[in-house]
């Protein structure tokens, strides 16, 4: 398995220039086609008066076809130089149906983590969770604040015994083959009993595909989950942490499980996900 069809997903967002770099770099590494997926956030408007917000709205339209264009206009510099094969699609915030269905035919989609401080990545509240949980396909997030490593040496995987931290570790193998070291955390707070895969058959699983590889079992802690995991990334200066994505279904909208949305908000180092 190798990645060769990426997607990135990018935005008006002070991040979206570093996520652009990161993709194209990640692309050349891996020979990859890369596709640049671009999500203009459409304002929401509270005035009921249409002498109101039509000049408004006339406004934001020539503003954002211009940051668009610009962002193209970048884009296909940056990728030629790069000597990859790569195209360019515009979507509308409401399209993310469509955004999503395009995203589907990569074998990995980069987005960033939504940075509160920061209006155009804001404004979409719920984008990065129902990509997350309808794409299908495994997302790279990239966090907002510090430094993004430019190659994955040292990668901790979460592990529970369940079908989303199964689907993780094998969608994350492109990355995990290219590391140089690789530690398997088992935590349990919401194990598929019914599913487990013992720790011994892991390690024999990525064995298999020259994975080096420690399992380190952990029965009961005493902090959150997401805070242990990312206080474990931190004591062993891991690059990057594979985990299942987690959702349960409310009022017939999907929700991400706790642990999942708290690594979404604290993040401190790129994670990918699978749900």
Same mark, same amino acid.
């Given at each position: 398995m190798c990645y060769k069809n990426m997607t990135v997903c990018l935005d008006n967002s002070a991040e979206s220039s570093q996520r652009l770099d990161f993709s194209l770099a990640l692309a050349v590494r891996h020979g990859a086609h890369l596709t640049a997926l671009y999500?203009?956030?459409?304002?929401?408007?509270?005035?009921?008066?249409?002498?109101v917000w039509a000049p408004m709205m006339l406004e934001w339209e020539?503003?954002?076809k211009t940051q668009q264009e610009r962002a193209r206009e970048s884009f296909y510099a940056t990728a030629s130089k790069?000597?990859?094969?790569?195209?360019?699609?515009?979507?509308?915030?409401?399209?993310?149906?469509k955004f999503i269905a395009h995203a589907r035919v990569s074998d990995l989609t980069i987005?960033?983590?939504?940075?509160?401080?920061?209006v155009e990545s804001d404004r979409d509240n719920d984008y990065p969770e129902r990509l997350i949980l309808k794409l299908g396909r495994p997302v790279l997030i990239l966090p907002y604040a510090g430094e993004i490593p430019k190659t994955f040496d040292n990668i901790i995987v979460a592990w529970d015994g369940g079908r989303e931290a199964t689907r993780a570790m094998a969608d994350a193998l492109p990355f995990l083959r290219l590391a140089q070291q690789v530690k398997v955390l088992?935590?349990?707070?919401?194990?598929?009993?019914?599913?487990?895969?013992?720790? $011994?058959? /892991? #390690?024999?699983?990525?064995a298999k595909h020259d994975v080096k590889? +420690? *399992?380190?079992?952990?029965?009961? $802690?005493? /902090? #959150?989950?997401?805070?242990?995991?990312?206080?474990?990334?931190? +004591? *062993?200066?891991?690059?990057l942490l594979v985990m299942g994505a987690y959702g349960h279904n409310r009022l017939t909208e999907l929700v991400l499980g706790s642990v999942t949305q708290a690594i979404m908000r604290q993040m401190t180092l790129p994670v990918l996900m699978s749900h």
């Open positions: 999500l203009t956030y459409v304002p929401f408007i509270m005035s009921d008066s249409y002498t020539d503003s954002a790069a000597g990859i094969n790569f195209e360019w699609a515009g979507y509308r915030s409401f399209e993310l149906q987005i960033g983590q939504r940075n509160p401080a920061d088992t935590i349990y707070e919401s194990a598929d009993h019914e599913n487990d895969l013992p720790d $011994i058959d /892991i #390690a024999g699983y990525l590889v +420690e *399992i380190e079992r952990n029965q009961s $802690i005493h /902090i #959150a989950p997401a805070d242990w995991l990312l206080s474990r990334a931190q +004591e *062993i200066h891991a690059d």
